[in-house]
Nanobody
Framework: QVQLVESGGGWVQPGGSLRLSCVVS????????IGWFRQAPGKEREEISC????????YYAHSVKGRFTTSRDDAKNTGYLRMNSLKVEDTAVYYC???????????????WGKGTLVTVSA
């Protein structure tokens, strides 16, 4: 059974930083793209990054490009999302998922975590 567990969310002031982790079990992360998504209250889920298997390529949404960095440690079966220069509008539940990669982002995300809440406020 594949499980993804996010952690690292919390409250941070505007301009601050957080690093989210996504620990994957039940499968080998190395073979899959790992995507990060978020859903703010009252809004649709938004894909914010996708990191291809073997670090071949990366996709970022325009809203986070230059501020967020996705990475992975396949030896630990873990993905990461480093978030810098956080803004109030980054407040959301953040999810990780595994699947395939394209230049337009992730696709076919079959396995999802339950999310971690990030709150950015003064």
């Amino acid at each position: 059974q594949v499980q993804l567990v996010e952690s690292g969310g919390g409250w941070v002031q505007p301009g601050g930083s957080l690093r989210l982790s996504c620990v994957v079990s039940g499968t080998t992360l190395e073979y899959y793209a790992i995507g990060w998504f978020r859903q703010a209250p009252g809004k649709e889920r938004e894909e914010i990054s996708c990191l291809a298997a073997y670090n071949i390529s990366t996709y970022y949404a325009h809203s986070v490009k230059g501020r967020f960095t996705t990475s992975r440690d396949d030896a630990k079966n873990t993905g990461y999302l480093r978030m810098n220069s956080l803004k109030v509008e980054d407040t959301a539940v953040y999810y990780c998922a595994t699947g395939g990669y394209s230049d337009n982002g992730c696709y076919g995300m079959d396995n999802w975590g339950k999310g971690t809440l990030v709150t950015v406020s003064a």
